[in-house]
């Protein structure tokens, strides 16, 4: 850039040749030393050259004097420093104009903004203020005290606008990058002045962090995995760990770009400046902290499934404490999937198996939220009793029947139909409604052998759907009239 600058400012500048011409036409004899002895009236025109560094003189309540070289003095207006400048110390200026009332150069502390400025005293690196008075694809055009100005859109701001028309009407502050007065171009960027304030109030702040702090960002970019802070110069990572204590949480569902946030510095490194940041801390209590309290092991809770996997199910009991449901508690019967009993979305009645707040996890079961089918199964049934099912699941060896909520039996392929069946497909379907005998039950094996040809034909059915032992078949009759 500095190069670039510097072509440019060369290109512009007429030539050695001829400048030392009209100076010494102007001076007609006479030494610069003994004008300035002299003390005679300096042309009222610009003086060319521009930026200059000068040691502080004097100061005044409204103006800094100041040594350029060469008995060469300025005026500085004083609101130009942040802190009242200290006799001795040095700046850059930029070089306005010659004033005749005052005898003494006009100047601009680099960095600060030109107030006279014009195409005649304009300069690389001066400071401007204008009006934006329109957009397009490109930039933004703005006015400069008269002077027609384009900012190309990426000189707009340190960060992407999609939109660059919000600008339009606003005064902004922005730096002279190129110029060409004879063509009446100026082309000016408040990234420029954008990035040295940052860099200034970078400088100051980081002094002043440090881990621990609770300080208020603006969320500046959104990645996959957090988001950056801008801390008023200086950014540090949001990661999404730290965003919220839920789980499986994308940043942009809970920050977005232009948001303000108050974040506590976790982690600071001040010779890297990298810095880690957390929203869950600053917010307050983990609620992870009297959750061995709160949610007692045996105790009963309602809680939300949040996502479903093979193995289980999570469910969030409060946002930010979220515990597994395995898919072994999920039922008395066997559960080939989760997701055969429970949705993302559901809200349930779980029992607290185990709490562990320092590693943070919480299980669950949902079967012991109801009672065990399996203590009480033989007052309920018996064998030989005949009884309605539903087809749950089937298998190469047989189909599984739901007698109830969390009891299930077992048909045998053997025992579906009277005649061979070969796939159990052929014989039974999905959900389908099925009346089975009861061949044997096994409370401690959580077991109940079913037929369902064993239920054809039984007789003595009642209005539940049980009946009496079914008749047996009777023998064909063998030759010779014997009866076995």
């Known amino acids: 850039m500095a190069k670039s600058d510097d072509a440019f400012k060369e290109k512009f500048r007429p030539p050695t040749t001829s400048l030392d011409q009209e100076i010494e036409a102007a001076l007609a004899g006479v030494s610069l030393d003994e004008l300035y002895e002299k003390q005679a009236p300096a042309p009222a025109r610009p003086v060319e050259g521009g930026g200059r560094r000068g040691k502080i003189l004097s100061v005044t309540p409204d103006d ?12 500085a207006p004083m609101a130009q420093f942040e802190t009242e400048p200290r006799i001795g110390e040095e700046y850059d200026f930029v070089i306005d104009r010659f004033d005749d009332r005052s005898g003494m150069l006009l100047v601009s502390r680099k960095g600060s903004t030109a107030t006279n400025v014009s195409w005649d005293n304009l300069e690389v690196g001066q400071i401007v203020e204008g009006t934006v008075t329109g957009s397009n694809k490109g930039g933004l055009e703005v006015d400069v005290r008269g002077m027609r100005a384009f900012m190309p859109a990426g000189q707009v701001d340190l960060y992407f606008h999609p939109d660059i028309a919000q600008f339009v009407n606003q005064r902004v502050k922005a730096e002279v990058t190129q110029f060409s007065r004879e063509g009446r171009n100026l082309i000016i960027s408040r990234r420029n ?81 990298k810095m880690s940041l957390s929203l869950n801390q600053a917010r307050g209590v983990d609620p992870w902290l009297d959750a061995e309290t709160k949610y007692a ?22 946002e930010g404490v979220e515990g597994l449901l395995p898919v072994s508690e999920i039922s008395w019967q066997r559960v080939k999937h989760p997701s055969d009993v429970v949705k993302e979305g559901d809200t349930v009645r779980l029992v607290v198996l185990s709490v562990d707040p320092t590693a943070r996890r919480m299980s669950f079961s949902l079967k012991q939220a109801g009672p065990d089918p399996w203590k009480t199964v033989n007052e309920r049934y018996a064998t030989d009793m005949v009884v309605n099912g539903t087809i749950t699941r089937t298998a190469d060896f047989g189909a ?32 389908e409604s099925v009346q089975v005998r009861i061949l044997s039950i096994d409370p401690e094996g959580r077991r109940v052998s079913l037929s369902i040809k064993g239920a054809v034909g039984a007789m003595g059915a009642d209005a539940a759907g049980a009946t ?10 063998l030759r010779g009239g014997l009866d076995l």
């Open 297 to 318: 092991v045996g105790s009963q809770v309602t809680g939300r499934v949040t996502k479903v996997e093979s193995f289980g199910a999570f469910i969030e009991v409060e």
């Open 468 to 477: 009496a032992p079914a008749n047996k078949k009777k023998r064909p009759q």
């Open 400 to 431: 599984f029947v739901e007698l109830e909520p969390g009891l299930e039996g077992l048909v045998h392929i053997s025992e579906l139909s009277e005649q061979s069946v070969r796939q159990v497909a052929d014989a039974v379907k999905l959900g």
């Open 193 to 273: 002045v954008l990035e040295r304030e940052k860099e200034e109030a970078k400088g100051k702040l980081m002094q002043e962090l440090a881990e621990g702090q609770v300080r208020r960002g603006v969320v500046r970019n959104v990645m996959d995995y957090g988001a950056f802070i801008d801390l008023g110069g200086v950014d540090g990572l949001l990661h999404v760990s730290e965003m919220t204590f839920r789980r499986s949480i994308k940043p942009s569902e809970i920050v977005k770009a232009g948001d303000v946030l108050d974040v506590k510095i976790t982690k600071f490194d001040r010779e890297t400046g």
């Open 64 to 75: 800094a004097i100041v040594d350029l070289g060469g008995k060469t003095q300025g005026l």
